[in-house]
Each structure stands twice: as C-alpha cells, then as structure tokens.
C-alpha cells in the first residue's frame, strides 16, 4: 500500500469539536462555498456518504468506514474508479488547540504512481489546508 500524507494543521478548536463536525457529512454544507468547482463538481453527501465529481477521473464516492471518537475518521471509496482510503487523524494539543493530519492508502503501481503522486499530493494538501481553515 502507498501512503501519502498531508502535512500537520494546527486547528484552533479542540480535537472533540474538530471530530464532531467532520465525522457528520452533513455538516459539509457549511464548507460547499469554499470547494473549488474547477477540482471538484457534483458534490452531494449524506451523514456517511460523499459523493463528487474530479475532472479527468470521473464520480468518486466516499463512505465513513470507521470513527474513533475524537480520534480519526476512515474513509474507504465505494463504487469509484480510484480505490483508496483516506484517515482523518486528529490529535490534542490543548484545551483549544489540535493538530490535523490527512492520509490516503492506495494500491498503485510505480507507473501509475509517478504520473498522479503530484496532482494527489496538491489535492490531498489542498483538502487538509481547507479543512483546518473552516469554524469549527
């Protein structure tokens, strides 16, 4: 499995608050306004689900594998031409303080690897920059 990895985000919100709203996708309504529509289109999603569209790949959906309270939030693809899981790692720092980490797991083969490693670690970085940038 290949790893890639966001860098770490100081969230000024407490870990519980942080997980709260992002282990319930329906709370995403309040970030639609600040995704992009030339990277993602179509977005629709439940309190498991993300359904959206990535130019050049095709409809992605992603379903909440996994919550561990406060903690990390798993993804895992469903019915997508890209499998992946994706982790929402969350860790205190203080009271009113966390640090943030996105991580995406893929099978892929060194070929495909070195044609996508770039675009992905941009989006995955992207992701991680608009996630700790949301209130919380």
Request: with cysteine.
């Amino acid at each position: 499995m290949t790893k890639f990895e966001s860098s770490v985000k100081i969230i000024p919100y407490s870990e519980v608050r942080v997980y709260t709203k992002l282990s319930d996708l329906n709370n995403l309504e309040s970030v639609r306004e600040r995704i992009p529509e030339d990277k993602v289109k179509d977005l629709s999603f439940d309190a498991d689900t993300l359904r959206f569209t990535v130019p050049a790949i095709g409809q992605l959906s992603l379903r909440i594998a996994e919550r561990e309270p406060d903690k990390c939030i798993k993804f895992e693809t469903v019915d997508s031409p890209l499998f992946f899981n994706l982790w929402v790692q969350i860790v205190p720092v203080g009271e009113t303080e966390c640090k943030m980490k996105l991580t995406v797991g893929m099978e892929i083969n060194p070929i495909m690897k070195g044609m996508i490693q770039k675009s992905l670690q941009e989006g995955l970085e992207k992701m991680a920059e608009t996630l700790a940038a949301i209130p919380y």
